[in-house]
């Protein structure tokens, strides 16, 4: 088998692995947190920024703040999933943004549940691991702007 063929169903397989492994909770420390705004934004081209505060600590990984959007409107509900805003799991408490560009109408003005977490990407086990160390939903307010 040529070499690129071989190295690309190597990381095929790897992500299969990676999609299939069960994602482990960190024992999270009393002090781990994550809050969302109660405010958030909804551009007219569809951009939304959604923003809180977070602490976190004891990552040996990557971690990240993730973020969510659901608002439900006319009997139907639609959930975006976005973010990745860089975190310093130092102890501190940080201000995380989370800002992505959704087609113009999915969301709009009005009420909405949002959720953030906080993930760390581990490879002690050799392949990337998701470890969640915090989340939290609340219902906020999106206004234009």
Same mark, same amino acid.
């Given at each position: 088998m040529?070499l690129r @063929?071989?190295?690309g169903? &190597?990381?095929? *397989? &790897?992500?299969v692995?990676?999609? @299939?492994?069960? *994602?482990?909770?960190a024992?999270?420390e009393?002090f $781990?947190?994550?809050t969302v705004d109660?405010?958030?934004? !909804?551009a007219?081209?569809g951009?939304?920024?959604?923003s809180?505060?977070?602490?976190c600590?004891?990552a @040996?990984?990557p971690?990240y703040? +993730? +973020?969510?959007?659901e608002?439900t409107? =006319?009997s139907s509900? &639609?959930? /975006?999933s976005?973010?990745?805003t860089?975190a $310093?799991?130092?102890g $501190?408490?940080h ?5 992505q560009q959704?087609?113009?109408g999915? !969301?709009?003005?009005?009420? *909405?549940r949002?959720?953030a @977490?906080?993930v760390e990407l =581990?490879?002690? +086990?050799g392949?990337?691991? *998701?470890?969640? /160390?915090? +989340?939290q939903q $609340?219902? !906020?307010?999106l206004v234009?702007?």
């Amino acid at each position: 088998m040529p070499l690129r @063929t071989g190295l690309g169903a &190597a990381a095929i *397989a &790897a992500l299969v692995l990676l999609a @299939t492994a069960p *994602a482990q909770t960190a024992t999270a420390e009393p002090f $781990e947190m994550v809050t969302v705004d109660r405010t958030g934004r !909804v551009a007219a081209d569809g951009t939304v920024t959604l923003s809180g505060t977070y602490r976190c600590g004891g990552a @040996t990984g990557p971690v990240y703040v +993730s +973020s969510a959007v659901e608002q439900t409107s =006319n009997s139907s509900s &639609a959930r /975006h999933s976005f973010g990745g805003t860089r975190a $310093e799991c130092d102890g $501190e408490t940080h201000r995380w943004e989370n800002t992505q560009q959704l087609s113009p109408g999915a !969301v709009e003005p009005g009420e *909405a549940r949002v959720e953030a @977490t906080i993930v760390e990407l =581990n490879s002690e +086990s050799g392949l990337p691991v *998701a470890v969640f /160390h915090a +989340s939290q939903q $609340e219902d !906020v307010t999106l206004v234009a702007g």
